[in-house]
Nanobody, 114 residues
C-alpha cells in the first residue's frame, strides 16, 4: 500500500489549505485514515481520523478549524484547514490502517507565516 499526500504550501496566518492523500496498491479493507503532523524539533502528533463508518475525531488543537473527509473512492482522504495559525506549521503525514497495520505517506510541508 502506498500513500501520496498533496496540498502543502506557504500560507498566511488566518488562511486556508486543503491537503489530499490518495492510497493505492493492495487495499482490501480500510479501518480508518487520518492525518498526523510533526513540527520542527517536536514529536509527531495526531491531528484527525476518519473511520470506515465516517465517524471523525480531532485533536483539541485543531477542533473547529480543520475538517477531515473521505473521497467518493474511499481510498482518499482530505484535510481542510481553516484559520491557520503559525503553530500549525509542520510536515503533515497521512496514515491508513488496514486492520491494525498502519501505512504512512511521505508527508507534505505546511508553513504558516505570521
Amino acid at each position: 500500500v502506498q500513500l501520496q499526500a498533496f496540498g502543502g504550501g506557504l500560507v498566511q496566518a488566518g488562511g486556508s489549505l486543503r491537503l489530499s492523500c490518495a492510497a493505492s496498491g493492495k487495499i482490501s479493507s480500510i479501518t480508518d485514515m487520518g492525518w498526523y503532523r510533526q513540527a520542527p524539533g517536536k514529536q509527531r502528533e495526531w491531528v484527525a481520523t476518519i473511520g470506515s463508518d465516517g465517524v471523525t475525531a480531532y485533536a483539541d488543537s485543531v477542533k473547529g478549524r480543520f475538517t477531515i473527509s473521505r473521497g467518493n473512492a474511499k481510498n482518499t482522504v482530505y484535510l481542510q484547514m481553516n484559520s491557520l495559525k503559525a503553530e500549525d506549521t509542520a510536515v503533515y503525514y497521512c496514515k491508513l490502517r488496514q486492520g491494525w497495520r498502519p501505512y504512512w505517506g511521505q508527508g507534505t510541508l505546511v508553513t504558516v507565516s505570521s
